[in-house]
């Protein structure tokens, strides 16, 4: 059974940063692309960063462009999303994803993140 395990989202102030961890079980990386979305309230679900396990590329939404990165620990399963320079536009659920990059297989429960102004 696969897993998505997200922490690491709370209340941050307008320009400070954030760390997400996504704890992966039943699957293992290099068979998958991982990337992380999120979902602001009354808006669609974006894609954030995603790492493409075939092509090896990592494909940036218009938002994590020069302020997000995203790496994978391989030896712990664990992937994180670092956020920099947050704004309050950046407020919404954050969730981790596994399987291809535009269309994944399998989704974390989500973490609330919350900047305030």
């Known amino acids: 059974e696969v897993q998505l395990v997200e922490s690491g989202g709370g209340l941050v102030q307008a320009g400070g940063s954030l760390r997400l961890s996504c704890a992966a079980s039943g699957l293992t990386f290099d068979d998958y692309d991982i990337g992380w979305f999120r979902q602001a309230p009354g808006k669609e679900r974006e894609g954030v960063l995603c790492?493409?396990?075939?092509?090896?590329?990592?494909y940036y939404g218009d938002s994590a462009k020069g302020r997000f990165t995203i790496s994978i620990n391989n030896a712990t399963n664990t992937v994180y999303l670092q956020m920099t320079s947050l704004t309050p536009e950046d407020t919404a659920v954050y969730y981790c994803?596994?399987?291809?990059?535009?269309?994944?297989?399998?989704w974390g429960q989500g973490t609330q993140v919350t900047v305030s102004s």
């Open positions: 790492i493409s396990s075939s092509a090896g590329n990592t």
């Open positions: 994803a596994a399987g291809e990059c535009t269309v994944p297989d399998y």
